[in-house]
């Protein structure tokens, strides 16, 4: 059983930084991919960020040129920079993995707030 143990999320100006952390442990195969997945009241989840693990990225269009996906995969971390953060990115942070069987997994989930 894949765990999940996220952190990093907050209370931040618009304008401002978070940088969140999710570490992974347990797995007996290899993890493929990892990304963010965000969920703000009243609106479905959302992915935000993808990593595989050779180390291509994808982003959501609306925080493009504003957050970075990277990931330690000596660690299994996969870690979310969020730098000239908007209200609009409020919402709660999932992280979620994909190992090689193909099985996902998702963090329990952290949250993001940012005032203007």
């Known amino acids: 059983q894949v765990q999940l143990v996220e952190s990093g999320g907050g209370l931040v100006q618009a304008g401002g930084s978070l940088r969140l952390s999710c570490a992974a442990s347990?797995?007996?195969?290899?993890?493929?991919?990892m990304g963010w997945y965000r969920q703000a009241p009243g609106k479905q989840r959302e992915l935000v960020a993808n990593?595989?693990?050779?180390?291509?990225?994808s982003y959501v269009e609306s925080v493009k040129g504003r957050f970075t996906i990277s990931r330690d995969n000596a660690k299994n971390t996969v870690y979310l920079q969020m730098d000239n953060l908007k209200p609009e990115d409020t919402a709660v942070y999932y992280c979620?993995?994909?190992?090689?069987?193909?099985?996902?997994?998702w963090g329990q989930g952290t949250q993001v707030t940012v005032s203007s």
């Open positions: 979620n993995v994909q190992i090689r069987t193909g099985y996902l997994y």
């Open positions: 347990g797995s007996n195969f290899p993890i493929n991919r």
């Open positions: 990593i595989f693990s050779a180390g291509a990225t």
